[in-house]
């Protein structure tokens, strides 16, 4: 999933442009109930914006904020409350009606999940924070060495059941997420005009892991990369500098949604799903909002000289080599941990 397949055209850019649907494109569809506000616009309608030569009249999607502001969106998410299999031969047949494409399908396992997907996840399943709790290393360490008392860790580990974020090395390290898996299709191509190169993808991903019922998540976008036109031979001239730094570009990258493409999936969606698609700019949009962490009391950590306390406290010495002292001490906060280093 995290690995694009790329098909190489060697294509005209006006050909390329036609071969990705930017323009002629038929009446502009229109935001629904539930999505985050967008519209379709000229790539040119963007201010301050670079726009290769020749695609200033492409239709782009648009973000809409207030005051009438339009941001150009750099991808385009789509949750469709319909089975996977059912969305990904719409949107497949949707796609093949516009020209060759790579295509790729898998199954994967869930610790593969797109990063992007993991707060929405973690926000719904309530047993898969906790197993990710229950899996601490750090803290069993930290009572082996004195650092903690049990009851503190145990504190910390409710805490870490509210985290919804957790790194892929952590999802990795449980079984729950390599033995479940979830269904994915790719398609992209890719084509070229001298030094211009323009790369499509669509992602279409099995979701149901997460809302408990068939779910399915897609992802459009575009990368661009043109010559830049300010790197011209006397811009580096006068950008030139015997102290270095400067220097101007000579390629620049936008990430961009084609107007045609995003209508033609988000069609096909709504399609074999009526009224069940929402689209976003992010899939934070569907996580649920974080469950309440409890409060932990912090400890504070005091370095002492060597050889204080005079009386060497009992228990074990730490990886440091202060001594560290038995939990049973009254006030828990033994020799080094201790404001006064005399509680032992």
Same mark, same amino acid.
């Given at each position: 999933?995290?690995h694009?397949v790329r098909?190489i055209v060697?294509?005209p *850019?006006?050909?390329?442009v036609?071969?990705f649907?930017?323009a002629?494109?038929?009446?502009a569809?229109?935001?629904?109930p539930?999505?985050e506000?967008?519209?379709l616009?000229?790539?040119?309608?963007?201010p301050g914006?670079?726009?290769?030569a020749g695609?200033?009249?492409?239709? *782009?999607?648009? #973000?809409?904020?207030?005051?009438?502001l339009r941001?150009?969106?750099?991808?385009?998410h789509?949750?469709?409350?319909?089975?996977y299999?059912?969305v990904?031969a719409?949107?497949s047949?949707s796609?093949?009606g516009?020209?060759?494409?790579?295509e790729?399908e898998?199954?994967?396992?869930l610790?593969?999940?797109?990063?992007?997907?993991a707060p929405?996840? *973690?926000?719904?399943r309530?047993?898969l924070?906790?197993?990710l709790a229950?899996?601490?290393?750090?803290?069993?360490?930290a009572?082996?060495a004195?650092?903690?008392?049990a009851e503190?860790?145990?504190?910390?580990?409710?805490?870490?059941?509210?985290?919804v974020?957790?790194s892929?090395?952590?999802?990795r390290?449980?079984?729950?997420?390599?033995?479940?898996?979830?269904?994915?299709?790719?398609?992209?191509?890719?084509?070229r005009?001298?030094?211009?190169?323009?790369?499509? /993808?669509?992602?279409v991903?099995d979701?149901?892991?997460?809302?408990?019922?068939?779910?399915t998540?897609l992802?459009?976008?575009?990368?661009?990369t043109?010559?830049n036109p300010?790197a011209?031979?006397?811009?580096? *001239?006068?950008?030139?500098?015997?102290m270095?730094?400067?220097?101007?570009?000579?390629q620049?990258t936008?990430?961009v949604v084609?107007?045609?493409v995003f209508?033609?999936v988000?069609d096909?969606?709504?399609?074999v799903a009526?009224?069940a698609?929402?689209?976003?700019?992010?899939?934070?949009? #569907?996580?649920?909002?974080?469950p309440?962490?409890p409060?932990?009391?912090s400890?504070?950590?005091k370095?002492?000289?060597?050889g204080?306390?005079?009386?060497p406290?009992?228990?074990?010495?730490?990886a440091?080599g202060?001594?560290?002292?038995?939990?049973?001490?009254?006030?828990? /906060?033994?020799?080094?941990r201790?404001?006064?280093?005399t509680?032992c």
């Amino acid at each position: 999933m995290r690995h694009a397949v790329r098909s190489i055209v060697n294509l005209p *850019l006006r050909v390329g442009v036609l071969l990705f649907g930017i323009a002629g494109a038929p009446a502009a569809p229109a935001a629904t109930p539930g999505d985050e506000p967008w519209q379709l616009a000229a790539a040119a309608s963007a201010p301050g914006t670079s726009v290769p030569a020749g695609l200033g009249e492409e239709s *782009l999607l648009f #973000w809409s904020r207030l005051e009438g502001l339009r941001v150009p969106a750099e991808s385009a998410h789509l949750l469709v409350q319909a089975p996977y299999a059912t969305v990904k031969a719409a949107v497949s047949a949707s796609l093949r009606g516009q020209g060759p494409w790579q295509e790729r399908e898998a199954r994967e396992p869930l610790s593969e999940l797109p990063e992007d997907w993991a707060p929405v996840l *973690l926000s719904r399943r309530a047993d898969l924070r906790a197993a990710l709790a229950a899996h601490a290393p750090e803290l069993e360490a930290a009572v082996a060495a004195g650092a903690l008392t049990a009851e503190e860790a145990r504190q910390r580990q409710q805490q870490a059941r509210g985290r919804v974020d957790a790194s892929p090395a952590q999802w990795r390290a449980l079984a729950v997420f390599g033995t479940t898996g979830y269904d994915s299709y790719f398609a992209g191509r890719e084509a070229r005009a001298g030094r211009a190169v323009t790369q499509l /993808r669509v992602f279409v991903f099995d979701v149901s892991a997460a809302f408990g019922r068939p779910a399915t998540a897609l992802r459009v976008e575009r990368t661009d990369t043109f010559p830049n036109p300010d790197a011209r031979w006397i811009r580096p *001239l006068r950008d030139f500098s015997v102290m270095g730094g400067g220097s101007t570009p000579r390629q620049l990258t936008r990430q961009v949604v084609p107007g045609s493409v995003f209508a033609a999936v988000r069609d096909a969606a709504l399609a074999v799903a009526p009224g069940a698609v929402q689209v976003a700019a992010s899939p934070q949009r #569907w996580a649920l909002p974080a469950p309440p962490r409890p409060a932990v009391p912090s400890i504070t950590f005091k370095a002492v000289a060597p050889g204080w306390p005079r009386h060497p406290c009992p228990g074990t010495r730490s990886a440091a080599g202060w001594p560290s002292c038995r939990p049973a001490c009254a006030t828990r /906060r033994t020799c080094c941990r201790c404001p006064t280093a005399t509680c032992c």
